[in-house]
Nanobody, 114 residues
Framework: QVHLVESGGGLVQPGGSLRLSCVAS??????GEWAWHRRLKDKERERI?????????TYIGSVKGRFTISTSNNRNAVYLQMDNLTPDDTGVYYC????????WGQGTQVTVSS
Protein backbone atom coordinates (compact mmCIF):
# COMPACT_ATOMS: atom_id res chain seq x y z
CA GLN A 1 0.00 0.00 0.00
CA VAL A 2 1.27 3.43 -0.94
CA HIS A 3 1.23 6.27 1.54
CA LEU A 4 1.86 9.87 0.63
CA VAL A 5 3.28 12.36 3.11
CA GLU A 6 2.91 16.05 2.44
CA SER A 7 4.86 18.95 3.85
CA GLY A 8 5.52 22.60 3.19
CA GLY A 9 2.27 24.35 3.94
CA GLY A 10 1.98 27.31 6.25
CA LEU A 11 1.29 31.00 6.52
CA VAL A 12 2.65 33.39 3.93
CA GLN A 13 2.02 37.01 3.06
CA PRO A 14 0.37 38.00 -0.22
CA GLY A 15 2.92 37.95 -3.01
CA GLY A 16 4.98 35.36 -1.20
CA SER A 17 5.94 31.83 -2.15
CA LEU A 18 5.64 28.33 -0.75
CA ARG A 19 6.88 24.98 -1.94
CA LEU A 20 4.81 21.91 -1.15
CA SER A 21 6.31 18.45 -1.15
CA CYS A 22 4.72 15.04 -1.27
CA VAL A 23 6.74 11.85 -0.90
CA ALA A 24 5.61 8.31 -1.54
CA SER A 25 6.38 5.60 1.01
CA UNK A 26 7.37 3.09 -1.63
CA UNK A 27 8.95 2.94 -5.05
CA UNK A 28 6.30 3.85 -7.62
CA UNK A 29 8.51 2.62 -10.48
CA UNK A 30 7.86 5.76 -12.48
CA UNK A 31 4.31 4.87 -13.36
CA GLY A 32 1.17 6.92 -13.06
CA GLU A 33 0.49 10.60 -12.98
CA TRP A 34 0.83 13.08 -10.16
CA ALA A 35 -1.58 15.86 -9.35
CA TRP A 36 -2.20 18.58 -6.81
CA HIS A 37 -5.68 19.47 -5.70
CA ARG A 38 -6.98 22.07 -3.31
CA ARG A 39 -10.10 22.82 -1.38
CA LEU A 40 -10.76 26.48 -0.94
CA LYS A 41 -13.12 27.73 1.77
CA ASP A 42 -16.73 26.77 1.05
CA LYS A 43 -15.78 25.24 -2.29
CA GLU A 44 -15.40 21.76 -3.72
CA ARG A 45 -11.98 20.22 -4.03
CA GLU A 46 -10.49 20.96 -7.43
CA ARG A 47 -7.50 19.67 -9.32
CA ILE A 48 -5.09 22.50 -9.98
CA UNK A 49 -2.09 20.82 -11.58
CA UNK A 50 -1.22 17.52 -13.21
CA UNK A 51 2.03 16.07 -14.50
CA UNK A 52 2.14 13.00 -16.68
CA UNK A 53 4.91 10.39 -16.92
CA UNK A 54 6.48 12.31 -19.80
CA UNK A 55 6.73 15.40 -17.63
CA UNK A 56 4.00 17.33 -19.38
CA UNK A 57 2.24 19.60 -16.92
CA THR A 58 -1.20 21.18 -17.08
CA TYR A 59 -2.80 23.75 -14.80
CA ILE A 60 -6.11 25.39 -14.18
CA GLY A 61 -6.33 28.96 -15.29
CA SER A 62 -6.26 30.54 -11.85
CA VAL A 63 -2.80 29.16 -11.01
CA LYS A 64 -1.20 29.00 -14.44
CA GLY A 65 1.94 31.09 -14.57
CA ARG A 66 2.20 31.20 -10.77
CA PHE A 67 2.38 27.54 -9.74
CA THR A 68 4.76 24.88 -11.02
CA ILE A 69 4.37 21.14 -10.55
CA SER A 70 7.41 18.91 -10.77
CA THR A 71 8.59 15.50 -9.68
CA SER A 72 11.76 13.99 -8.33
CA ASN A 73 13.99 12.19 -10.82
CA ASN A 74 12.62 8.82 -9.73
CA ARG A 75 9.05 10.18 -9.70
CA ASN A 76 8.53 9.03 -6.13
CA ALA A 77 7.84 12.60 -5.04
CA VAL A 78 5.93 15.55 -6.38
CA TYR A 79 6.35 19.22 -5.63
CA LEU A 80 4.29 22.34 -6.08
CA GLN A 81 6.12 25.63 -6.24
CA MET A 82 3.64 28.40 -5.57
CA ASP A 83 4.64 31.97 -6.33
CA ASN A 84 2.82 35.28 -6.15
CA LEU A 85 0.30 33.84 -3.73
CA THR A 86 -2.91 35.70 -3.01
CA PRO A 87 -5.51 35.33 -0.24
CA ASP A 88 -7.69 33.51 -2.79
CA ASP A 89 -5.18 30.66 -2.71
CA THR A 90 -5.90 29.97 0.95
CA GLY A 91 -7.05 26.41 1.44
CA VAL A 92 -6.03 22.83 1.99
CA TYR A 93 -3.77 21.34 -0.64
CA TYR A 94 -3.63 17.62 -1.44
CA CYS A 95 -1.24 15.62 -3.53
CA UNK A 96 -2.62 12.72 -5.52
CA UNK A 97 -0.90 9.82 -7.20
CA UNK A 98 -2.99 8.45 -10.06
CA UNK A 99 -1.73 4.94 -10.49
CA UNK A 100 -3.11 1.44 -10.06
CA UNK A 101 -4.24 2.78 -6.70
CA UNK A 102 -5.56 6.31 -6.57
CA UNK A 103 -3.74 7.61 -3.53
CA TRP A 104 -4.04 10.88 -1.64
CA GLY A 105 -1.87 12.81 0.72
CA GLN A 106 -3.21 13.94 4.08
CA GLY A 107 -3.56 17.56 3.01
CA THR A 108 -1.62 20.61 4.10
CA GLN A 109 -3.01 24.01 5.01
CA VAL A 110 -1.88 27.02 3.03
CA THR A 111 -2.88 30.41 4.40
CA VAL A 112 -2.14 33.60 2.54
CA SER A 113 -2.70 36.60 4.73
CA SER A 114 -1.06 39.81 5.82
Amino acid sequence: QVHLVESGGGLVQPGGSLRLSCVASTDLRGIGEWAWHRRLKDKERERIALIDPDGTATYIGSVKGRFTISTSNNRNAVYLQMDNLTPDDTGVYYCNWIGPMNTWGQGTQVTVSS
